[in-house]
């Protein structure tokens, strides 16, 4: 009587999405949305502000949620792609606002910070592309700081870009994104001497 035998998992890198995680990501989107309209009511009553104003806040506040749940969604199905490709954007994104603050006569230690993480953020993506556990760790951590950076800095980011508060938060949401999409295939990056080691036989 054949065994039967059971299928190959499938890759940390795509991963398959239930009904059940399209759900949730929809209902906490709703949610949230729901708990600001509310709250928004209550925080601006006392305050003069047009009715247009209010409007336009809970839109931003809608698109920002919206953008972040789906790239949740996406980093779900292809974290390995989802965590890279935000991280090679946000190099980018860095060494641009690094030339700017340059040519903007903003202080030169924001220029030079900017500059160092958009040259540092997509060497270590490629080298994280090619499987390197030093250059995904490293790439971590970079995201990591600046997500919290760019979360308590949202205030300034919105006065440098001239946007809304809300838009800013964009910024910081996705580089959370990207944190745990790239968390989610760690397992692509353990050290094979180790895990042979565990596997010799105790003497």
């Known amino acids: 009587m054949g065994m039967s035998q059971a299928s190959p998992s499938a890759p940390a890198s795509t991963r398959p999405v239930s009904a059940n995680t399209i759900g949730v990501i929809?209902?906490?989107?709703?949610?949230?949305?729901?708990?600001?309209f509310i709250a928004s009511t209550s925080y601006y009553s006392d305050k003069i502000t047009a009715p247009h104003e209010l409007m336009s806040?809970?839109?931003a506040f809608a698109i920002t949620s919206v953008v972040v749940g789906v790239m949740a969604f996406a980093a779900a199905i292809q974290p390995f792609l989802v965590g890279h490709g935000l991280a090679l954007v946000a190099g980018i994104a860095a060494l641009v606002g690094g030339i700017a603050a340059f040519i903007g006569g903003?202080?030169?230690v924001l220029g030079v910070t900017m500059v160092i993480i958009g040259w540092l953020m997509p060497l270590m993506a490629i080298l994280s592309l090619r499987h390197s556990r030093v250059g995904w760790s490293f790439l971590t951590a970079l995201l990591t700081v600046f997500a919290l950076v760019t979360f308590f800095g949202a205030p300034k980011v919105r006065n440098m870009l001239h946007i809304g508060m809300w838009y800013a938060m964009v910024i910081p949401g996705l580089l959370s994104v990207a944190v745990v999409a790239l968390a989610l295939v760690r397992g692509e990056y353990r050290d094979p001497s180790a895990s042979q080691k565990s596997q010799k036989p105790v003497s």
Do not use: H, K, Q, S
Not at 26 to 36: L, W
């Open 106 to 108: 903003l202080p030169p």
């Open 57 to 59: 806040v809970r839109m």
């Open 26 to 36: 929809a209902i906490v989107v709703v949610v949230v949305n729901v708990f600001f």
